[in-house]
């Protein structure tokens, strides 16, 4: 069975995957999940290193909505332990791009209004209010009141760094789970991104922008089914 390293988008950490890791334990898969170091002087390689540092074994690494770089970057700097790449909801990188150059070139702009900068410690974070809105509007209470507690200020150096992508990221199986009912990184866009991948490498999901949330079971299926796919 597969080992997966779960990896947040901004704003999110490792409380968000509990239901999800209970989901693919249903399918013999051995599930963890890190918090990506932010504050200042973080950067984007910053958090590739702790994801490489995570590793004991060939893994496979989910990355969440800003979470797509860092696990991208991690590749790019030791994918020796890394069996494939797996956008969920994610921002794929294409080569040059970062995080917030992808978020300005969409079309729509959801998560603007939203942002709080604090340009003082070079962070930002979501207005308390837009949270369920935009994130967890089809997601249990629970998990609302979860959020609400735990969502934190995010670094915005490693959101503003390019990446470089060569054969190192490139040539790893690679894969994208596209939330259709997303009201924070909008699905057409979604599927612009996915179109980095294999056609047979894509696959959507029915639910909002907290897949672990709405639809952990569903995700869990689908990342089973994923692993059939990699050599």
Avoid at 216 to 223: I, R, V
């Amino acid at each position: 069975m597969a080992d997966f390293l779960l990896v947040h988008g901004a704003g999110f950490g490792a409380w968000c995957w509990p239901w999800l890791t209970e989901a693919l334990a249903g399918y013999g898969h051995s599930a963890r999940a890190i918090d990506l170091p932010r504050g200042p002087g973080i950067s984007l390689s910053d958090q590739a290193r702790a994801i490489c540092d995570s590793l004991t074994g060939p893994t496979l690494l989910v990355g969440h909505s800003a979470g797509g770089f860092p696990i991208t970057a991690a590749a790019e700097t030791d994918p020796a332990k890394i069996q494939a790449l797996i956008w969920l909801c994610a921002y794929i990188p294409a080569n040059g791009s970062s995080v917030a150059s992808r978020r300005r070139s969409q079309s729509e702009q959801p998560l603007r209004p939203a942002l709080r900068i604090d340009r003082a410690t070079g962070s930002y974070s979501f207005a308390p209010e837009s949270l369920t809105p935009l994130f967890f509007h089809d997601c249990p209470p629970e998990a609302q009141a979860l959020a609400a507690r735990h969502m934190a200020h995010e670094s915005i150096a490693p959101q503003e760094t390019p990446i470089r992508l060569t054969p190192r990221s490139r040539n790893l199986p690679r894969f994208a789970i596209t939330c259709e009912n997303d009201r924070a990184i909008p699905a057409a866009f979604q599927h612009t991104m996915a179109g980095a991948v294999p056609p047979d490498h894509r696959f959507s999901l029915a639910c909002g922008h907290a897949p672990f949330f709405a639809r952990p079971k569903e995700t869990a299926a689908l990342l089973h089914r994923i692993t059939a796919l990699i050599p």
